[in-house]
């Protein structure tokens, strides 16, 4: 079964900086890698697919990379409607498709 | 406009059941794998069940497998989601998810709580 590791767990930072998150899988999963950012109380929103891939309607502050392995979601220059947790979502397999998630709060 | 609207959350009794329905417009649903996501208060996301929309293959998670099916009405453009033998552990907010292997919309969400 394909284990999903995301980190940090949590990170803090200030409006303007650069921001990394990392899911490493437990085996290759090529470019199947969604990214999502769920705000408290409020159901997930799809930022990036396909490993790289940027979902209308999502700025250009988002992005990601990677294949295989390791995976990172990158914004730009943070902003601060960018709070809230961030999830990776493997769907090589249906078996825990979802990392454990990346609360990111604004200084 | 993609639309998704889950019903049917409450509570419930541990053993018990429920059934939760997802009302959806905007796509032709019949073409579409759609899926149930649930988050335990204060945790992270965990999928629960899919329907293929191709072929109509059924997934599940182990921990729902043998208690919860998952059922589709192409007519009335709704999922369903019968959940039997109700454990404590069930409790969460149940979200349905148009699935394209990545799940590109999601329902608002419906809480369940399963508490004697």
């Known amino acids: 079964d394909v284990q999903m590791t995301q980190s940090p767990s949590t990170l803090s930072a200030s409006v303007g900086d650069r921001v990394t998150i990392t899911c490493r899988a437990s085996?290759?999963?090529?470019?199947?890698l969604a990214w999502y950012q769920q705000k408290p109380g409020k159901a997930p929103k799809l930022l990036i697919y396909?490993?790289?891939i940027l979902q209308s309607g999502v700025p250009s502050r988002f992005s990601g990379s990677g294949s295989g392995t390791e995976f990172t979601l990158t914004i730009t220059s943070l902003q601060p409607d960018d709070f809230g947790t961030y999830y990776c979502?493997?769907?090589?397999?249906?078996?825990?498709?979802f990392g454990q998630g990346t609360k990111v709060e604004i200084k | 406009e993609v639309q998704l609207l889950e019903s049917g959350g409450g509570l419930g009794l541990p053993g018990g059941s429920l059934r939760l329905s997802c009302a959806s417009s905007?796509?032709?649903?019949?073409?579409?794998?759609m899926a149930w996501v649930r988050q335990a208060p204060g945790k992270g996301l965990e999928w629960v069940s899919s329907?293929?929309?191709?072929?109509?293959?059924?997934y599940y998670a182990d921990s729902v497998k043998g208690r919860f099916i998952i059922s589709r009405d192409n007519s009335k453009n709704t999922l369903h989601l019968q959940m039997n033998r109700l454990r404590v552990e069930d409790t969460a907010v149940y979200y349905c998810?148009?699935?394209?292997?990545?799940?590109?919309?999601w329902g608002q969400g419906t809480l369940v709580t399963v508490s004697s």
């Open positions: 998810a148009r699935e394209t292997g990545h799940f590109d919309y």
């Open positions: 905007g796509f032709t649903f019949s073409t579409y794998t």
């Open positions: 329907f293929s929309g191709r072929d109509g293959t059924t």
């Open positions: 085996e290759t999963i090529s470019s199947w």
């Open positions: 396909e490993a790289s």
């Open positions: 979502q493997q769907h090589k397999s249906y078996v825990m498709p």
